[in-house]
């Protein structure tokens, strides 16, 4: 980079930084928070599957990664395909250089008679919660904000069933949809009850997420009727259980979806995060008045082009969220690509530290 800026001084620590987002007041700057997992495993020489199937070591990495680049909030555990090992399919941890995530390997109800059979399962021994649970010990250990995967019942459903079967039942079969999504939430809700019983009065946030919803796959139409009164439903479960914060994430195109993800609740504040497809000014418009906006810089520019478009995107986020009325947070529109160049990761940082403070 050919011109280096004096930087500027922080004046809060990262986790004040974050307490200031969630107490609704204004931080010395934005926070960045890429939005990173199997990266962090690559980065300190693990196997990227560590990051999904060994607790301590997903731990370690993302807390390394976060000392090297210098960016806000606390490691966290998860992936975009729980659902289908939970509910006793078979996932395929990631192998190549490429492969950055599990995904599903065998979908344990394909058919309308196994989601008939599909019993709930017990969440101390159910998939990946057996390692979130250690993981959640961990960050207890130091003293961090447990954050509890939560099972958004859309896109977990998807991945008991497989995405193109659940869309053929939608149209031809909606009740057996309504069946497994009712099942779905049902765990979900018993996963929050687990975490709430097991870490009593311990500070906690929930992530829940929908990719599967996005317009791609499904329409406004179907998305009121399959998405949101259950995802609704679980919101609210997770806040009356005494979890006071979510952080969201509306992954892929969701723009004729938000006037139905305005109707939810996401705590006092929530978080909600954004792809490239939703514009940072639309998010504003719907949720900014009561919710912190993150987002949105594409992960594909972040991995496949040069550092100079990586800081022009978020330049023009930041320009666009800086003064969101309740906060804005940098952040990939998706997961950080694996393969991701480290500089493009630094340059991220940079812009904020350019450009996010508060004067």
């Known amino acids: 980079m050919s011109e280096q800026k004096k930087p500027r ?17 204004r931080p010395d700057r934005i926070p960045f928070m890429p939005f ?5 495993a690559r980065n300190v020489g693990y196997p990227i599957h560590a990051v999904y199937d060994d607790a301590e070591k997903s731990f370690w990495a993302q807390m390394w990664t976060a000392e090297m680049y210098g960016y806000d909030g606390g490691a966290m555990y998860g992936y ?4 289908g090992w939970e509910f006793g399919g078979e996932i395929k941890m990631p192998q190549s250089e490429w492969e950055q995530a599990p995904v599903v390997k065998s979908f344990p109800a394909p058919t309308p008679e196994a989601v008939d059979a599909l019993e709930i399962p017990d969440v101390e021994t159910a998939g990946c ?3 979130a649970i250690e993981f959640a010990k961990m960050q207890q250990k130091f003293g961090m904000p447990i954050m509890v995967m939560g099972m958004s019942p859309f896109t977990s459903a998807g991945n008991i069933s497989e995405v193109d079967v659940l869309c053929r039942w939608m149209m031809k079969k909606p009740e057996v949809a309504h069946k497994l999504l009712r099942k779905v939430t049902i765990f979900a809700k018993n996963v929050i009850d687990y975490f709430i019983e097991h870490f009593p009065n311990y500070p906690m946030m929930a992530f829940t997420g929908e990719a599967t919803s996005a317009n791609q796959i499904i329409s406004p139409k179907q998305f009121e009727e399959f998405v949101l009164p259950y995802m609704k439903e679980f919101h609210d ?11 969201c994430h509306i992954c892929g195109e969701q723009n004729l979806n938000l006037p139905y993800w305005a109707q939810m609740e996401y705590g006092d504040p929530g978080i909600l995060s954004f ?7 639309t998010a504003i418009k719907y949720f900014g008045d009561k919710h912190a906006i993150a987002g949105n810089i594409e992960p594909q520019i972040i991995q496949n082009r040069p550092w100079q478009e990586v800081y022009e995107l978020c330049r023009i986020a930041i320009e666009k969220a800086k003064d969101a009325p ?18 493009n990761i630094y340059v991220m940082k940079k812009a904020v530290m350019d450009l ?3 004067d």
Request: net charge negative; hydrophobic share 40%; proline share 6%.
């Open 326 to 343: 309740s906060g804005y947070l940098l952040m990939a529109g998706c997961e950080v690509p694996v393969q991701a160049p480290p500089y």
């Open 36 to 40: 990173i997992f199997g990266y962090c």
């Open 80 to 83: 975009a395909s729980m659902g």
């Open 356 to 358: 996010g403070f508060y």
């Open 275 to 281: 792809g490239h497809e939703v514009d940072l000014t």
């Open 9 to 25: 001084q922080e004046t809060m620590t990262s986790a004040e930084r974050m307490g200031a987002i969630l107490m609704r007041q």
């Open 129 to 131: 919660y057996p390692i």
């Open 237 to 247: 479960y997770i806040l009356q259980s005494g979890i006071r914060n979510i952080f």
